[in-house]
């Protein structure tokens, strides 16, 4: 199916564990985003990536790790979680970034406990 | 840091009637987007509007954007519950162009 697909949906991990949030898009996006959102502080950009193996950080990318060997593909890790980020992730995809509508998955509730 | 900050945080209307949200903004930018995002779900594009404009339709739709008072309002006419959502306004500004969220109206449409 064409679009943008964030596994898992949900997740529950331990304080300190690794996990990683994947994301896939179909259009062949040059531009894909993390942003995480949390009660208050709308959405936040955690990195993001202009093409396969580039990648820059956005506003909050302590603690968190991407990579981006294909187009297609935007993996997320949380080397060792702590509770702050506990939090709804969203990946999103662009033909350009900024000047042309962003395409978001359906989110990824992360629970650390 | 957030760029875009709405007004009201939250809204709630009858049917039928017309909502009007508001975005101000900090520095210069290239272009402002409205996103609706209902419950549970991920952002889904509605509208953008460069800097060089001024008001823009789609629908049930209207945008405005004041460069001067960097500002911009989203209006929905006409409203059905289905609109019960929050909306975002996110800004591109820089060289880098990224989008930048401000924090949400949520809408609340009674039928």
């Known amino acids: 199916d064409a679009g943008i697909t964030q596994s898992p949906r949900y997740k529950i991990t331990e304080t300190g564990r690794q996990v990683t949030l994947m994301c896939h898009q179909t259009?062949?996006?040059?531009?894909m985003f993390w942003y995480r959102q949390d009660l208050g502080h709308g959405l936040r950009l955690i990195y993001y990536?202009?093409?396969?193996?580039?990648?820059d950080k956005g506003e909050v990318p302590d603690g968190y790790v991407v990579s981006r060997s294909k187009t297609e593909n935007f993996p997320l890790t949380l080397e060792s979680a702590t509770r702050s980020q506990t939090s709804v992730y969203f990946c999103a995809s662009s033909d350009e970034v900024g000047t042309a509508e962003a395409f978001f998955g359906q989110g990824t509730r992360l629970t650390v406990v | 840091s957030q760029q875009g900050e709405e007004d009201p945080q939250a809204l709630s209307i009858q049917e039928g009637e017309n909502a009007t949200m508001n975005c101000s903004y900090k520095t210069s930018i290239n272009n402002l987007q409205w996103y609706r995002q209902n419950s549970g779900r991920g952002l889904v594009h509605l509208i953008l509007?460069?800097?060089?404009?001024r008001e823009k339709h789609s629908g049930r739709l209207r945008v405005t954007l004041d460069t001067s008072k960097k500002s911009s309002s989203l209006l929905i006419t006409a409203s059905r519950a289905a609109d019960t959502a929050s909306y975002f306004c996110?800004?591109?500004?820089?060289?880098?162009?990224?989008?930048?969220f401000g924090s949400g109206t949520q809408l609340t449409v009674l039928p």
């Open positions: 259009w062949s996006h040059s531009y």
């Open positions: 996110a800004d591109s500004s820089g060289s880098a162009r990224q989008l930048t």
């Open positions: 509007i460069r800097s060089n404009e």
């Open positions: 990536s202009a093409a396969a193996d580039i990648t």
